[in-house]
């Protein structure tokens, strides 16, 4: 089925939306507060090393279904993963994430059979619920998670009428191999390298050679696009984000019950133009069919804090903070979009909270702590935790925008325009948006250079021009006619 815009949408201020979406949803977005809670953790491969794609994207499968229903909440794939190995001990895990059940599984291949034991476990006491061993055929496998997702569910006390769990689990794919490749794929991407997502593009690609009716693989190529767009790719983002929106309308095509797909969908939404009900659209529909999807909730949160309604941005990033609390993604932009919403006590907390979960990607999250350092004028600190992340990530270059916004307003104008020559630098390598340069020309008092980057921003598409209105370090520029002419075309007045 074609992908349905909303009508009635174009023209209408984003900041008071009042389209067809949302009486379509005013009764509550689907959540599941007081419903079970359960982490999957990854299945512990007992053979070929070469073979740990297999229980990776089989844990992966099993939580995607689990996160389409509403009945059960499931932690993410980001959050579990860190949970490996065949020593994991229920009762600790049930501490730090707070679930009602632990899933623990093992597979052992032996020659074109796989030999799986599962088994789900009561956190309080560790003693089991539910066991249970299968075997499959090595061409069979895919049906593997669609059984367990089932036996989770009834261990768990959740039943699911026939329609619901038809929408749990996807087809069948025709072709094995499709599969084993698309697992191959999900590997690949979650190891999140420029080598890395070049690997996954060509397993996608085979993958859906094989089956053309995969909507699952086409949704995770948009995926892929969508984040080779956000600095990982050697193309302009707008190449790669019209890729990504060509992949989700055909997975959309396909299965138009894909949350992940409608999620994507959104995601590449500048592409098209700066249609912000639309992607609202997309990002509520995703939420719809996968209420445990923990991406979608990210992004619309970032959306809502975009169009300037921070109280319902806020609660969508705590949602999703809750499925996936050891991912940067929702933790980082939790703390980051409280600061932008001015609520600064609250987001410090929240950054040292995530620092203390996540100490691996301390460096990455030291942009957010720079920015609530920056909001709160204390401008050394900032400084200090925004070199850090530019020495670490030069794929984004809008930190580097707020270090030379930092530099230009602390009275260090030399260090602003040494950010200036370095984004220079790295554009000689690399597609560089110029919205980070409008940062430290705003910053420099240099009006009309920041304006005329903000404009190479709207012809380059880049989705931060949806910060136009929010994003405090454009702040002096809002009286310009030329800002609030780039605001209307952005289609976000008033």
């Not at 579990?80 to 599984?105: A, H, M, N, T, W």
């Not at 983002?237 to 959104?266: M, N, Q, S, V, Y």
Request: charged content about 25%; overall charge negative.
């Amino acid at each position: 089925m074609p992908v349905r815009r909303v009508p009635g949408t174009k023209g209408h201020g984003v900041f008071a939306i009042r389209s067809e979406v949302d009486s379509w949803l005013r009764s509550g977005m689907p959540r599941a507060s007081d419903a079970p809670k359960v982490a999957v953790l990854p299945f512990f491969n007992t053979g070929e090393p070469d073979q740990e794609y297999v229980s990776e994207g089989i844990t992966e499968t099993i939580i995607n279904a689990l996160s389409r229903t509403p009945r059960v909440r499931v932690m993410a794939w980001s959050t579990v993963r860190r949970y490996r190995g065949p020593d994991v001990d229920p009762r600790q895990i049930g501490r730090e994430l707070g679930v009602r059940g632990v899933v623990f599984g093992r597979l052992i291949r032996r020659n074109s059979f796989w030999q799986v034991s599962a088994e789900l476990v009561d956190p309080q006491d560790g003693a089991q619920i539910w066991g249970n061993q299968y075997a499959r055929p090595v061409v069979d496998l895919q049906t593997l998670p669609h059984q367990i997702t089932d036996d989770i569910l009834a261990g768990l006390g959740v039943r699911l009428k026939v329609e619901e769990r038809r929408h749990l689990l996807p087809r069948v794919v025709s072709n094995p191999e499709a599969f084993d490749l698309f697992l191959k794929a999900r590997h690949h991407l979650n190891l999140f390298t420029e080598a890395d997502l070049k690997a996954t593009m060509e397993c996608l690609e085979r993958a859906v050679q094989l089956d053309p009716e995969y909507a699952e693989a086409y949704a995770e190529m948009a995926h892929c696009y969508t984040m080779m767009g956000t600095g990982y790719g050697d193309l302009p983002p707008r190449e790669f984000f019209a890729k990504a929106d060509w992949a989700a309308r055909k997975a959309l095509e396909i299965d138009d019950t894909l949350g992940e797909a409608h999620c994507a969908l959104a995601a590449s939404g500048p592409h098209r133009g700066f249609d912000w009900p639309f992607i609202e659209h997309e990002l509520r529909r995703a939420i719809e069919l996968s209420p445990g999807y923990s991406t979608s909730h990210a992004f619309y949160g970032t959306l809502l804090s975009g169009l300037g309604r921070f109280d319902e941005a806020i609660e969508e990033l705590r949602w999703g903070a809750e499925l996936d609390p050891y991912s940067v993604l929702t933790r980082g932009n939790l703390a980051f979009h409280l600061a932008m919403a001015g609520r600064l006590d609250e987001a410090e907390e929240e950054i040292q909270s995530a620092m203390q979960a996540i100490p691996n990607h301390a460096g990455v999250l030291c942009y957010m702590r720079g920015v609530i350092h920056e909001r709160r004028g204390r401008y050394p600190e900032a400084i200090e935790d925004l070199q850090k992340v530019s020495g670490v990530d030069v794929r984004h270059t809008i930190p580097l925008g707020v270090l030379g916004y930092v530099y230009a307003v602390s009275g260090q104008p030399e260090a602003a325009r040494g950010v200036l020559a370095r984004l220079d630098e790295i554009a000689a390598r690399k597609p560089v948006s110029h919205f980070s340069k409008a940062l430290i020309y705003a910053g420099l008092h240099e009006t009309d250079r920041a304006l005329d980057c903000l404009e190479r921003s709207y012809e380059e598409k880049t989705p931060f021009l949806l910060f136009l209105k929010t994003y405090p370090w454009l702040e002096n520029l809002r009286e310009q006619e030329r800002f609030k002419e780039l605001v209307q075309r952005a289609g976000l007045a008033d």
